[in-house]
């Protein structure tokens, strides 16, 4: 099913979260590391928790606080998203963020290329 931005049916079915891509970490002025994301890009992907079988055996305890993203358009996809990304899920917003970055609740786990699909594996941030 091809997947129309506009479409205010499709994106009720669907679930919006924001990606901020990870850019580099630099360091502050005592010399802490610093990661720097850029601006983050607004999304309607399906979105559920890891609970298949195969998924909860090779994640193991992590699964229960992971989430997957499967995304239909391969090709506009492809490449888009990397491990370490910073994601905004479950109606958190990137709204008044000293930086990017700062309000997110998830990372980029893991991007699966697959055959017709790409799979993102999100894990919770501990704050």
């Not at 630099?26 to 607004?42: A, I, M, R």
């Not at 506009?76 to 990137?94: C, I, R, S």
Request: aromatic share 14%; charged share 30%; glycine share 4%.
């Amino acid at each position: 099913m091809y997947f129309n931005p506009n479409n205010q049916s499709e994106k009720r079915m669907k679930n919006f979260l924001y990606i901020a891509s990870y850019i580099e970490t630099t360091q502050d002025e005592d010399l802490n590391q610093v990661k720097v994301y850029g601006e983050p890009q607004k999304y309607y992907f399906n979105l559920q928790p890891v609970n298949q079988d195969s998924e909860v055996r090779e994640f193991g305890e992590l699964s229960s606080s992971m989430k997957v993203a499967t995304i239909t358009q391969k090709l506009k996809y492809l490449d888009k998203f990397k491990e370490f990304d910073v994601a905004y899920l479950d109606g958190v917003k990137p709204d008044n963020e000293e930086n990017n970055g700062d309000n997110a609740n998830y990372r980029i786990y893991s991007v699966r290329n697959q055959n017709t699909i790409i799979k993102v594996y999100f894990i919770k941030l501990v704050k």
